[in-house]
């Protein structure tokens, strides 16, 4: 998997995860590149069915580029990550 974006613009998919019900786990995720990190906002639509949305508040600083990103689960006390996925940063042009 993998999204393109433009600094600036809106960052946000929805989620339905293989993994099926995911009542009571703790989703968290983030992109990073080199010394940039940042931390996306995971919000829960419907647990019971693995749904959730992953967004960013602002992308105006995102370097240009292939972010990574992946997914952190916290069940229990127990942790697990995703695969690796990136997230592409073009360049604007139009100013």
Do not use: H
């Amino acid at each position: 998997m993998s999204l393109r974006i433009k600094p600036g613009e809106t960052l946000e998919w929805s989620v339905v995860d293989d993994s099926g019900d995911l009542t009571g786990t703790t989703i968290e995720s983030a992109v990073s590149f080199g010394d940039f990190y940042y931390q996306l906002t995971v919000t829960e639509v419907d647990l019971s069915i693995g749904s959730y949305t992953i967004s960013a508040t602002s992308t105006e600083y995102f370097p240009p580029g292939r972010l990574n990103c992946d997914l952190k689960y916290t069940v229990s006390g127990t942790v697990t990550y995703s695969d690796t996925f990136s997230v592409y940063v073009d360049k604007r042009v139009t100013k």
